[in-house]
């Protein structure tokens, strides 16, 4: 059974950073994208950053030159370092990953989010 988990959400003033990691376990045969989401209170879902296996990403236009996505695939990682943060980037942050395991079909798996709470 392929699980997502993901750490180092918190509390950070406006102006700070965080790193967010999410690693990826169980009998994985490869990953394809994995992407970071957010949902803020009373808004929908929306995509922060996606990264390729190959390495391509692409970042929504509110994070654009302040956040980087990257992923370690020895590590079966990906990561979120998020710099000049904003009180608008308050929410719950996850992470996605499209996964071939043993015995399973292609999957999109998310992880249990995280909270990121950016004060002003």
């Known amino acids: 059974q392929v699980q997502l988990v993901e750490s180092g959400g918190g509390l950070v003033q406006a102006g700070g950073s965080l790193r967010l990691s999410c690693a990826a376990s169980?009998?994985?045969?490869?990953?394809?994208?994995m992407a970071w989401y957010r949902q803020a209170p009373g808004k929908q879902r929306e995509l922060v950053a996606r990264?390729?296996?190959?390495?391509?990403?692409n970042y929504a236009d509110s994070v654009k030159g302040r956040f980087t996505i990257s992923r370690d695939n020895a590590k079966n990682t990906v990561y979120l370092q998020m710099n000049s943060l904003k009180p608008e980037d308050t929410a719950v942050y996850s992470c996605?990953?499209?996964?071939?395991?043993?015995?399973?079909?292609?999957?999109?798996?998310w992880g249990q989010g995280t909270q990121v709470t950016v004060s002003s």
């Open positions: 990264i390729t296996s190959g390495g391509s990403t």
């Open positions: 169980g009998s994985i045969l490869s990953i394809n994208d």
């Open positions: 996605n990953a499209v996964i071939k395991a043993i015995a399973t079909p292609v999957f999109a798996y």
